[in-house]
């Protein structure tokens, strides 16, 4: 099988069944835009208190009624995407991240952007995924052409190489792509060809593991009509919110040990996802979104376009 050609430069992970459409797409339809300050307010509070740790007290209200309104956390998602920059002096030493490229700053700081952001060929990102409904986490890859078309798709989390293989998530759990322990801890925005416009992550959250798939240590291309399928079947309206909108926040201490230790679990006084999606499918499908990582536009394509080798080759391949 020929090597992945996608356009980051290291692994990427984690899949979850929502419906949200690469953005800039003819399906972007199925996922809206719900970013007023109620439904930011709403949606990070539902997310928040899914995860463990006491419940916040609430002042009583004489007026409202003894029936508590029904949680909707189980239809949430959350999704963070981190841009990478060089360390400065004034960035907290225990949140920097050690990276091990020669051809990379020895120290670099994540900040927390939104999901509409445009990045620059060469860019350094993360991404996290966290859920509060426990299930299993899937991530799919496939690069957006300017013409409308997409690549072959290719399941880019679980790998063996990623927490050998352990993809269950739950409230509070952070699934961070690349890992931690990889190298390098981060994609590397590089266009395989000069009309690639984004890379769109389809993360799909399943109630039991998905059988027939057989792990690796390298991201698997997956049949073009088993994808299609997956999206027919649990492909659902969601809605999306900027939890800070177009604020940067930088990566805390809990974030970081959630992300290196399946048992650090983030609390309800930590930062909730930047981008939260709430999915309207039934309440026992997966979830099922997409997220595109858009490129900025360019003067010339052919600045742009660099023959290097695609991200999941370069991770995968080690």
């Given at each position: 099988?020929?090597?992945?050609?996608?356009?980051?430069?290291?692994?990427?992970?984690?899949?979850?069944?929502?419906?949200?459409?690469?953005?800039?797409?003819?399906?972007?339809?199925?996922?809206?835009?719900?970013?007023?300050?109620?439904?930011?307010?709403?949606?990070?509070?539902?997310f928040?208190?899914?995860?463990?740790?006491?419940?916040?007290?609430?002042?009583?209200?004489?007026?409202?009624?003894?029936?508590?309104?029904?949680?909707?956390?189980?239809e949430?998602?959350?999704?963070?995407?981190?841009?990478?920059?060089?360390?400065?002096?004034k960035?907290?030493?225990?949140?920097?991240?050690?990276?091990?490229e020669?051809?990379?700053?020895?120290?670099?700081?994540?900040?927390?952007?939104?999901?509409?952001?445009?990045?620059?060929?060469?860019?350094?990102?993360?991404?996290?995924?966290?859920?509060?409904?426990?299930?299993?986490?899937?991530?799919?890859?496939?690069?957006?052409y300017?013409?409308?078309?997409?690549?072959?798709?290719?399941?880019?989390?679980?790998?063996?190489?990623?927490?050998?293989?352990?993809?269950?998530?739950?409230?509070?759990?952070?699934?961070?792509?690349?890992?931690?322990?990889?190298?390098?801890?981060?994609?590397?925005?590089?266009?395989?060809?000069?009309?690639?416009?984004?890379?769109?992550?389809?993360?799909?959250?399943?109630?039991?593991?998905?059988?027939?798939?057989?792990?690796?240590?390298?991201?698997?291309?997956?049949?073009?009509?088993?994808?299609a399928?997956?999206?027919?079947?649990?492909?659902?309206?969601?809605?999306?919110?900027?939890?800070?909108?177009?604020?940067?926040?930088?990566?805390?201490?809990?974030?970081?040990?959630?992300?290196?230790?399946?048992?650090?679990?983030?609390?309800?006084?930590?930062?909730?996802?930047?981008?939260?999606f709430?999915?309207?499918?039934?309440?026992?499908?997966?979830?099922?979104?997409?997220?595109?990582?858009?490129?900025?536009?360019?003067?010339?394509?052919?600045?742009?376009?660099?023959?290097?080798?695609?991200?999941?080759?370069?991770?995968?391949?080690q």
């Amino acid at each position: 099988m020929k090597k992945r050609r996608v356009g980051f430069a290291v692994t990427v992970a984690a899949l979850l069944v929502m419906s949200i459409i690469p953005l800039g797409s003819a399906k972007v339809a199925t996922q809206q835009s719900d970013d007023d300050e109620s439904s930011r307010q709403l949606f990070a509070a539902e997310f928040i208190n899914s995860r463990p740790g006491p419940k916040p007290p609430r002042t009583p209200d004489p007026k409202a009624t003894t029936t508590a309104p029904p949680s909707f956390a189980s239809e949430l998602l959350g999704v963070t995407l981190w841009r990478l920059r060089p360390a400065a002096a004034k960035d907290d030493v225990q949140t920097r991240l050690l990276t091990h490229e020669e051809d990379s700053d020895p120290f670099l700081v994540a900040e927390r952007v939104s999901s509409d952001t445009k990045f620059t060929v060469g860019q350094k990102v993360r991404l996290s995924i966290e859920s509060p409904r426990a299930g299993y986490l899937y991530v799919i890859d496939r690069e957006e052409y300017a013409d409308g078309t997409f690549s072959d798709p290719y399941l880019i989390f679980p790998t063996l190489k990623i927490r050998n293989g352990d993809n269950k998530v739950s409230a509070g759990r952070l699934t961070e792509i690349p890992d931690q322990e990889d190298k390098p801890i981060y994609f590397r925005m590089t266009k395989s060809r000069p009309d690639q416009v984004s890379e769109v992550l389809t993360v799909l959250v399943t109630p039991q593991p998905i059988p027939g798939l057989e792990l690796t240590a390298k991201a698997i291309k997956l049949p073009n009509e088993q994808f299609a399928h997956w999206e027919q079947s649990w492909k659902a309206p969601a809605k999306r919110v900027e939890v800070a909108h177009h604020a940067v926040v930088n990566y805390t201490k809990a974030e970081m040990a959630a992300g290196s230790k399946v048992s650090s679990l983030l609390g309800r006084k930590d930062p909730p996802p930047q981008t939260i999606f709430r999915v309207s499918g039934k309440p026992k499908d997966p979830i099922l979104i997409t997220i595109a990582l858009q490129y900025a536009p360019a003067q010339s394509s052919a600045q742009l376009f660099r023959s290097l080798p695609s991200s999941f080759e370069l991770c995968a391949g080690q």
